[in-house]
């Protein structure tokens, strides 16, 4: 099955600075690889994803990288301000058995905004 | 408002108790999850239904019972919970398998 490893774990950024986190991959199946944000005493929001024959997305002030060689994505946030403060998770999907596809998330990344 | 709506918001049973977990999705989606989030593990995929059909069971306890009965409307029915059950309890939903799933604000489950 899929592997998900995200890092880091915890990041701390100054408002108004970028802030970026990488999850890498184990299967290179996997095609699409979206990311999540998850405030406090809420569920997970996806708030931007990319597709597997894409290399990068930019939605505003955050974009995702991909890189299908070194199986591996990043998450960017430029800007950033004390609302992006939340944990963020990343995700691959990959083909489960016939058409149907599993999601395998990362253990999130906690990030802090300081105003 | 993602569309998902997950009822109740907060559960606290004992043991021995049966409860429910409701789950509802008014996006038109075909595929329902139920997930569980535990603190400092990843989000775990407990159940998956495709048009109605169970298509994943990721080695839950029997403990935990899923049902649905549309492609809108998903239930876990829980029995004789442990106290490491105690979680929060996300609701899903996609157009496909596998694709970026819209979450309910989850139910916040203590086993006492």
């Known amino acids: 099955g899929e592997n998900v490893e995200q890092h880091p774990s915890t990041l701390s950024v100054q408002e108004g600075d970028s802030a970026v986190i990488k999850c890498t991959y184990s299967?290179?199946?996997?095609?699409?690889f979206p990311w999540y944000k998850q405030e406090l005493g809420k569920g997970p929001q996806l708030i931007i994803d990319i597709r597997s024959n894409v290399g990068e997305k930019k939605d505003q002030r955050i974009a995702v990288t991909l890189n299908k060689t070194a199986k591996h994505f990043s998450l960017h946030i430029t800007e950033t301000q004390p609302e992006d403060s939340a944990v963020y998770f990343c995700a691959a999907s990959l083909n489960s058995g016939g058409s149907n596809y599993k999601l395998t998330f990362g253990k999130g990344t906690l990030l802090t905004v300081n105003p | 408002e993602t569309g998902v709506t997950q009822t109740p918001r907060h559960l606290v049973m004992g043991m021995t108790n049966k409860k429910s977990l409701k789950c509802e999705q008014h996006?038109?989606?075909?595929?329902m999850y139920w997930y569980k989030q535990s603190a400092k593990k990843p989000l775990e995929l407990m159940f998956v239904y495709n048009f109605k059909e169970q298509t994943e069971n990721n080695s839950v306890p029997s403990r935990f019972s899923p049902e649905c009965p549309n492609s809108s409307h998903l239930f876990l029915h829980l029995h004789t919970l442990q106290p490491e059950d105690s979680a929060l309890y996300l609701c899903?939903?996609?157009?496909?398998?596998?694709?970026?799933?819209?979450f309910g604000q989850g139910t916040r489950l203590t086993v006492v």
């Open positions: 996006l038109g989606h075909n595929a």
């Open positions: 899903a939903s996609s157009q496909a398998t596998g694709l970026g799933a819209f």
């Open positions: 299967d290179s199946a996997s095609n699409y």
